[in-house]
């Protein structure tokens, strides 16, 4: 396929970097933009460095948006590899989204983020998102408040879930964006394997219950992902990868209700990506060590180039 556009001497593209605290709603703006739940996958070979989470492409634009690892204060040394990769995305990238909730107002982790942003030249675009969820006279103050602690580009109120202004937004990031090429074909909207997404997904839900009691020393391995196509489910069947026995006990819980509320919570997440009924069944194993053995970090997706 040709990517290029001869008879479009204006095409523009590039890439967009969306950060945010949790629960911001990053993920309910990607399904709007994209249009539908992002389940259509490439098999292009995923790197840690730029996670390209949704591709738009029109007529005369093709929009990247890249889901970098969250900008937080590390604890581990994985953290500082973390947060390396997120500031250098952010810094290679055409523009970034900063996304906050309007219903939440300002927090610390917003602090942290704003502080990282002064060491980027990158033009910033302040997403507020939720404001659905305020009144029109609460937004205001929220606005010169974030003012104050940096310089934005562009300030813009939207509704993620209701799709208020959305496309207005989509009109400032294309005016933002330089001439360019098209980087994927126009019918693919993710440069991820299903697999990796769904991996990815019951992480993070991992990570997140377990809080601090796991460190990042967790990988998830799919082992059977197969599509019952007379049940219209999908049948997940994953392994969580601990480096000890202790937080094996930690990941299971007392009587399985952590692996339980673990699973119930991805699952949520799987359905809304793949929009379909899944099936999903974990199991929790010990690979000692892991993240220092090279045959172990092969075989759960990390690259030697990564480190």
Do not use: C
Request: net charge negative; proline share 5%; aromatic share 6%.
């Amino acid at each position: 396929m040709n990517n290029q556009h001869p008879e479009n001497n204006h095409f523009k593209s590039g890439f967009i970097s969306i950060i945010g605290r949790p629960n911001v709603g990053k993920s309910t703006f990607l399904n709007r933009v994209i249009g539908q739940k992002i389940a259509i996958m490439s098999d292009k070979p995923q790197t840690t460095r730029n996670k390209v989470q949704g591709v738009l492409t029109s007529d005369d634009s093709q929009m990247v948006f890249i889901d970098t690892p969250g900008i937080h204060k590390p604890k581990h040394k994985l953290g500082d590899f973390m947060m390396k990769i997120a500031m250098n995305t952010l810094k290679e990238v055409d523009l970034i989204l900063f996304m906050i909730n309007a219903e939440e107002g300002f927090g610390r982790g917003d602090e942290f983020i704003i502080e990282k942003l002064k060491g980027v030249t990158t033009p910033v675009f302040l997403v507020i998102n939720k404001i659905d969820q305020v009144q029109p006279d609460e937004l205001l103050p929220l606005i010169e408040q974030y003012k104050e602690m940096h310089t934005f580009e562009e300030i813009i109120p939207i509704s993620a879930i209701e799709g208020n202004n959305v496309d207005q937004l989509l009109k400032q990031i294309k005016s933002q964006l330089p001439e360019g090429p098209q980087y994927y074909p126009s019918d693919q909207i993710t440069d991820h394997p299903e697999r990796f997404i769904v991996s990815e997904l019951i992480r993070e839900k991992a990570l997140h219950l377990t809080r601090e009691e796991i460190p990042h020393s967790i990988a998830v391995l799919i082992d059977k992902m197969e599509h019952k196509s007379n049940q219209d489910l999908i049948h997940v069947m994953a392994t969580i990868i601990v480096e000890r026995d202790s937080q094996k006990g930690i990941v299971i819980g007392k009587q399985g209700k952590m692996l339980k509320e673990i699973g119930q919570r991805a699952r949520v997440d799987i359905e809304n990506l793949l929009g379909s009924k899944v099936f999903l069944e974990l199991w929790v194993k010990v690979q000692k060590d892991w993240r220092n053995k090279a045959f172990h970090l092969k075989d759960f997706g990390f690259n030697d180039n990564e480190y």
